[in-house]
């Protein structure tokens, strides 16, 4: 971050020798994975990335859960395929490829969800000493993954801030490398290969609206950052899309912020929701959130406990889709926006699942199963009106 201001840091390229020097058809060429877009990532030495074999994440038709939903034109972009389950592969695939290629030998970060795990199973990858300090309210299944990757775990009471407090002052005590959301500008640079994948997955062109589950914020200013660069070297001139940044009402700073119209957010009290990724107070890089969301004619939007398990369970039984809460805040906020008129009818709308539901096994839905006794046999039930609008049928 900056010394002089203690915002955030962006990573800079030569646009024009990108666009001198390559042809988005050379892609076609290249493995299927991150690495593809090389050219726009910050590394050095392209034979000594840290990779876990990374691929490109699939779009995926869902017209069954559209019609639920009441969106004709719905794809979700799955990243819960990725090494460690999110999307948080990306941005600890750069950032610790860079950090090693900075002669780091120690890093530490805090995360209420996915980060802590992802950048613990790069770190060992790479040989790095990774500390991990997290709420205790995070989910005990990434908690265990973290651990299970060698990385130092910590818990400590409140939320992400709080751990956030602890990274920092153990940093400048060590000297360890801050890892932290923005406070190291190499994560964004990962997670905006989002963007890239999009833009190539639909022709270089882009769907009408984009709806991202919003916690710090990187993934949305990441996508944001690649469809500039993108613009930039000539390989995309299709308008930009409206972008969403769903929040849920236990914590939802940024909706807050857009709302009243403020530049960037207030901490948010007593944040609180099972959506563990997005349970963060205040984002470092809010006000860059909050501009890309105006400039882009986009939206804020929070959504309530109830309507994310609700979307956990429409997902699953219409598509066969585990998508993670966080994901499922993202198609609730987009029913929402449907149902109040701001998606249109016939606008293509793109849905991020952030994360597999398997990491989330305390919030999965779904009926209770029934035990049988020996030699009984499942009951014969018709298919109910209630069941059906549920499945989308």
Known sequence: MCKNDGGPLLVRYDLRRVRDGISRDALGSRPSTLWRYRELLPHEDGDAVVSLGEPNTPLVETPALGRALGLARLRVKDEGLLPTGTFKARGAAVGVTRARELGVTALALPTAGNAGAAWAAYGARAGLRVVVVMPATTPDVIVRETAA?????????????????????????????????????????????????????????????IVYPTGGGVGLIGMWKAF???????????????????QSTGCAPIVKAFIDGRPESEAWPDPHTFAAGIRVPKALGDFIVLRALRESQGIAVAVTEEEIAGRMRVAGETE??????????????????RRDGWIRDDDEVVVFNTGTGLKYAESLQGERPRTLGIGELPLERELNNETRERRGR
Do not use: H, N
């Open 228 to 246: 500039d660069e993108l613009r930039a070297i000539g390989w995309l001139r299709a308008k930009l899309p409206r972008f969403v940044a769903v």
């Open 320 to 337: 066969g889709m585990l998508v993670c809460p966080e994901g499922a805040a993202g198609l609730a906020g987009a029913a929402t926006l």
């Open 149 to 209: 990757y060698g990385a130092e775990v910590y818990l400590v009471p409140g939320s992400i801030a709080d751990a956030g407090a602890v990274v920092r002052a153990a940093c400048a005590k060590y000297g360890w490398y801050d890892a932290s959301t923005l406070r190291e500008p190499y994560r964004i640079e990962g997670k905006k290969t989002m963007g890239f994948e999009l833009a190539e997955q639909m022709g270089w062109r882009l769907p009408d609206v």
